[in-house]
């Protein structure tokens, strides 16, 4: 049977099927139809696109940089005020224990360390209700408690030893004050304190490890 000269030629043009092939007279086929779009509407898509991937990376970007931002802020008033208030307190307890000492040891300045001693309880309330008010952690949850008890118990403990001590006998207190109660007590309270402030190191330190990893993930966004 002779070859029609017309599948010799479709045959010379790469197009085994012919003119009549599903690839069309043009031997590309229907997937590249972007290439018989108009250059005014390839440069259209080509910026649509460009302009898509943009506003993707930027939003991440930003959605980035706002948890940045509260892990910030969480940072600041969540903690570092925290353990202003905490260290405070801290400080109001200790100057109690040195009142306290002196008002053993010193009869003629009694009523004014019972005003200084005053003064320092009103100073460990304050900053503890101002502490108590922030957000707070499970951990700070569960510690608190014992915080109360302990502070609590401390200053019972201080007005029994005044107490004795204003009746003069200071034979029983001194005891109390050196190695008894009012010493555990005293401890249990630095203690519970110091946990106190732990956790806000502890916590602040999480943060920042977090604001470590966001940043990683930003930098490789905005660097794609």
């Not at 707070?136 to 403990?157: H, M, N, R, S, T």
Request: net charge positive; glycine share 6%; aromatic share 6%.
């Amino acid at each position: 049977m002779p070859v029609q000269p017309s599948l010799i030629k479709s045959i010379h043009r790469g197009d085994p099927a012919g003119a009549n092939s599903p690839r069309g007279q043009d031997g590309r086929g229907t997937m590249p139809a972007f290439n018989n779009l108009k250059t005014g509407t390839k440069l259209t898509a080509a910026f649509l696109a460009m302009a898509a991937i943009i506003l993707i990376v930027a939003a991440l970007g930003l959605f980035s940089l706002k948890a940045l931002n509260g892990n910030t802020t969480t940072l600041y008033n969540d903690r570092m005020v925290c353990v202003e208030q905490l260290g405070n307190a801290q400080s109001a307890a200790m100057s109690m224990r040195g009142d306290t000492y002196k008002y053993f040891l010193v009869p003629e300045q009694r009523d004014k360390l019972r005003r200084n001693i005053a003064a320092d309880v009103a100073a460990v309330d304050k900053n503890i209700k101002a502490y108590k008010a922030t957000y707070l952690v499970q951990e700070e949850k569960d510690a608190i408690p014992k915080f109360d008890l302990a502070w609590a118990g401390y200053q019972q403990v201080w007005a029994d030893f005044a107490k004795k001590v204003d009746a003069g006998d200071e034979k029983t207190a001194l005891p109390n004050l050196r190695d008894g109660v009012m010493l555990i007590r005293r401890l249990a309270l630095e203690t519970s304190i110091q946990n106190l402030i732990k956790i806000q190191v502890d916590v602040g330190a999480q943060l920042k490890q977090d604001g470590d990893r966001m940043f990683a993930r930003v930098s490789v966004i905005m660097a794609a």
